[in-house]
Structure formats: C-alpha cells, structure tokens
DNA sequence: CTGGGGATGGGGCCC
DNA sequence: GGGGCCCCATCCCCA
C-alpha cells in the first residue's frame, strides 16, 4: 500500500494496485484503518473465545470455568497481568485463576466487556460489577460504573430503572493501567447476560469469610500466583519464607508480602534479639524501600476505593472502603490504611530493644511492656501472682520478667541477672521510637535516645536504662 | 505427640 | 484520622 498523503495523525493510503491514474480513486483515512482493524481483530478474538479456539488462560468462577487467552486478559486487566506474567505458562490445562468473590454472571459482563468493548450495565449487577473490576483493576470498569451509578443518582436524568449498556464510544478515554487502553471498538450488540441480584452484602460476607479463610488465591494478585488453593503445607512454607525477623532485609518487602493466617508471626525466637551489625546498612535500606515503595503503592492506589455497601435501615447506602488487593471492606478510611500495611509490609514500629517491628503502635507497646518490662505480675515460673514489690524482675537478654521470690531462691541465683525490687519498680527507658516521625508529646516517655547500639540487642548486653518515668506516662 | 500458654497480628469500634 | 482498647485467630514453644 502507498501512502499518498500525510496529514497530521490522518494519513491517507491508496489501496494495493491502484494507480494514481484510476478513476475514482478509494482513499483510506489511517484512523479508520485502525479502528476497522482493531474491531476486526476484536470481533476475531471474540469468537475465538466462544468456540474455545486457542484459549491458553482457565479461569475457575464458583466452579464455572472460564476459558480466554492471556494476552488479552494480561492487557485488560492488572490483576492478571501481575497474574499471568509471574505465573507458570505452560500449564494450558490447569486452572490459572479461581474467583469466589464475584459470581460467574459478573465474570461474563466483565469478560464480555474485555472482548467486545460493551459494559453490560444495569442498576441490579452494577455494584458486584464495580467490586469485581476493582478486585481485577480494571480502572475504565471502575469508571464507568462510577459514571453509571452517578447518572443513576441523578434525577434530572431520566432513565427510570431501565437497563443500560454503556460502550467505550460512548464514554471517557482510558488513561488507566496498561492494558486498558482498548481505544475505540467496535459497536456489538450487547451481550445479553441475565444480571445477578445486587450481591454487595453477600461480597460483603465472602470478604470476611475468605479473609478469615485459607483461600490464599483469593487474597491478592501476589498470592493468587498459586494455581491451587494453598494445602496447609503451602502455608507452613510460606510462614518459613515470610519471616518477621527484622534482621532479614526482604522480611517485610511489599514485593515479597504474602498473605499468612491472622497472627502467623514466624518467630525467630533469638534469632530477633541478634544483631549482624554489617547487614544494619541493608536492613535500612531495606527498610527505606519498604517505605518508600508503601508510600508510592498508596500514592497508585486504585482510585475507586470507597464502594457503596449495603443500605442501612433507613435505606441510605452505606460507603465500605475496600481493599485493592483483596477483597476485605473496612467501614473507615483509617481501617483500610491500617489493613493495607499487612498487603505492604510496612512494619514502622520498631522496638529498639531487639529490633523487631510492628504494623502498630499497640503491638509494639504489648511486645515491649510484656517482654521487655516483665509487666506481667505473674512468676514465670510457678506461674502464682506477684507484685511489683515481691516480683523480682529477672532480665534474660533483652528479656525480662519476673519471678516470685521461691523461685528465684530456688533457681541459681548468681546466673539470672537480676534489678533489684526498686529497679524492678522503675521504668526502664523506652527506647522506641517511629521511623521518619518526629515523636510527639503523646509519645514523649517513648523516647528514643542516642544510644542506638540499645537496638542492637546483643542479649545480655542490652543496657536497661532506669529512669524516672512513671508508668502512667506511657498511657 | 499433644495440649496449654505466650506472643503476635488483624478486625471492629469507641474516644 | 489517629490512638487505643477489646476480642479473636493463629503460630510457636515447651512441659
């Protein structure tokens, strides 16, 4: 084909054989090349995925399988691009993805939209709609259902309840993730899906029950990289690899982050308390990055994170925050950053005692008032109630925590490093602090002091400041 | 091997 | 929105 003329973004080609001395001359603007081209090979695919025809990606809907091809869920979609890019591709047979958040009638509408570019909308599927497209990030998805939802509440516009279908060419560009840019596509008929009844409270539920659950693949894109759900094993596995010791760089690393069961902490018991001062550097940066990539995970958070929940029982809807990157919902905005840490890593608590960190102030201060400051009135030993008077404090490395008189006669005395009672009813200094934070007031008896080799927690050579505080100021 | 308890993490919700 | 408390689940250690 000739090019006979360039004007700006429009070219303009002259079909193959034509000279420029036959009448009438056909002249092809390169836009409608493009577009024709595009919606051929659309409408190709399409069919392609309806006859089953080179389908590479199996895709599990409460028990319905879906067959598509890869490439184009990797360009439609940012959960399976972060999917499909990481996991095995040579698996044509295995099931590649497996939903229970949204039901198969919402995977058709959103599948269908991959495939013809037609968003088949109505007031009953538009909320799982929107939830499934945010659990997949599929910001245009998002968009247009926020558009449709807006338009639905507006009363001046008149559409009464009836159904809508909204197409790419009738809505906004696309300048979302990659793969979302599908530019204009062909009209299609709409796809004619029998809407699911409007389904929030049931995601709503799926969300707590697969969150307290062990359906890891349901969890975030990073776990859904397992093909089959996670045998206890892969869990065990997973606790091994995921370790919260501080001293580990990558222990926290949002790429590395994978969902464990509540409270799965892999403590290296000691292990902790043991500094490698030549890898401190590392573990800083490491800790920087994990920082910095949280903050910039934030900062690229999908933009539709407030969906609309249930109606109260004044029938007002009730706006849920949910996760980008499961399916969990949070009634506050604070709830979902909190929640979002344990998808990050970030851990900006750390305890300068042993170096360990923690996702909240709470957990740090109930780590360090029960291991470092024996704030339990109870003997370790024989377990019977003590004082702060007859309790002696006995320090074991960093550790620290008493003992009844008995068993501290009982026991070796000239071994266990012990405070004395005064000391034991003496705070000993705080020495935590808030990554990257100026300590406020409030946070004031938690100080942090210049003797940072505190945080090297080197066992029996931790230094254990006595100062004046009392304990109320840590209140 | 097993059960109990400690330590930790996470959600809900109040202040 | 942050801090804090309560509750519960999970994991690990140890007797």
Same mark, same amino acid.
């Given at each position: 084909?000739?090019?006979? /003329? ?15 001395? *036959? ?161 204009? *596509? ?11 009844? &409007? ?24 776990? /859904? =990289? ?54 401190? =550097? ?22 539709? =994170? ?27 905005? &604070? ?37 470092? *400051? ?102």
């Amino acid at each position: 084909m000739e090019m006979v /003329a360039d004007l700006g973004a429009s070219r303009l080609y002259r079909a193959p054989g034509e000279s420029s001395h *036959q009448q009438p001359q056909r002249w092809f603007n390169a836009a409608d090349i493009t577009v024709a081209h595009q919606s051929s090979l659309l409408k190709q695919l399409n069919q392609q995925r309806r006859q089953e025809l080179f389908c590479d990606c199996n895709v599990l809907v409460e028990g319905q399988l879906f067959r598509a091809h890869r490439n184009i869920l990797f360009a439609s979609s940012g959960y399976f691009r972060m999917l499909l890019s990481q996991g095995p591709d040579d698996l044509a047979d295995s099931i590649d993805a497996t939903f229970d958040v949204f039901s198969p009638e919402t995977f058709t509408v959103i599948l269908d939209f991959i495939y013809s570019g037609q968003l088949d909308l109505s007031s009953h599927n538009v909320i799982e709609v929107m939830s499934a497209a945010s659990y997949l990030q599929m910001n245009n998805v998002i968009n247009y259902c926020k558009n449709f939802i807006k338009s639905s509440l507006d009363i001046s516009v008149k559409d009464e309840d009836s159904d809508r279908c909204l197409s790419l060419s009738e809505t906004c560009s696309f300048t979302s993730g990659a793969g979302e840019e599908t530019s204009e *596509q062909q009209q299609q008929g709409p796809s004619s899906v029998s809407p699911p009844p &409007a389904l929030w409270t049931r995601d709503n539920s799926r969300s707590q029950s697969s969150f307290m659950g062990k359906d890891l693949d349901l969890e975030s894109p990073a776990s /859904a =990289l397992k093909t089959n759900p996670s045998s206890p094993a892969d869990d065990l596995n997973a606790e091994t690899e995921d370790m919260q010791d501080p001293q580990d760089p990558l222990y926290t690393l949002p790429g590395s982050e994978r969902r464990r069961g509540k409270g799965g902490t892999k403590r290296r018991a000691s292990n902790s308390s043991r500094s490698n001062q030549p890898e401190d =550097l590392d573990i800083e940066e490491a800790r920087t990055q994990k920082a910095e990539k949280a903050e910039e995970l934030y900062a690229t958070l999908p933009p539709m =994170l407030g969906v609309i929940g249930h109606l109260n029982k004044d029938s007002n809807p009730i706006m849920r925050f949910k996760c980008p990157f499961c399916t969990h919902t949070v009634k506050r905005k &604070a709830d979902l950053k909190r929640h979002l840490r344990c998808h990050t890593g970030e851990r900006p608590y750390p305890c300068q005692a042993c170096n360990k960190r923690f996702t909240r102030l709470e957990h740090l201060r109930s780590h360090f008032e029960t291991i470092h *400051q024996a704030r339990k009135l109870v003997c370790r030993k024989c377990k019977c109630q003590v004082t702060e008077d007859t309790g002696h404090v006995v320090c074991e490395g960093t550790r620290r925590y008493r003992m009844c008189t008995a068993c501290v006669q009982e026991v070796d005395c000239d071994d266990i490093p012990m405070d004395s009672l005064d000391g034991a009813n003496e705070e000993p200094a705080l020495l935590l602090g808030v990554d990257g934070e100026e300590e406020g007031d409030s946070k004031r008896s938690w100080m942090v002091t210049d003797d940072d080799d505190l945080a090297e927690d080197s066992g029996a050579d931790l230094i254990i400041q006595q100062v004046d505080d009392s304990d109320e100021e840590l209140q």
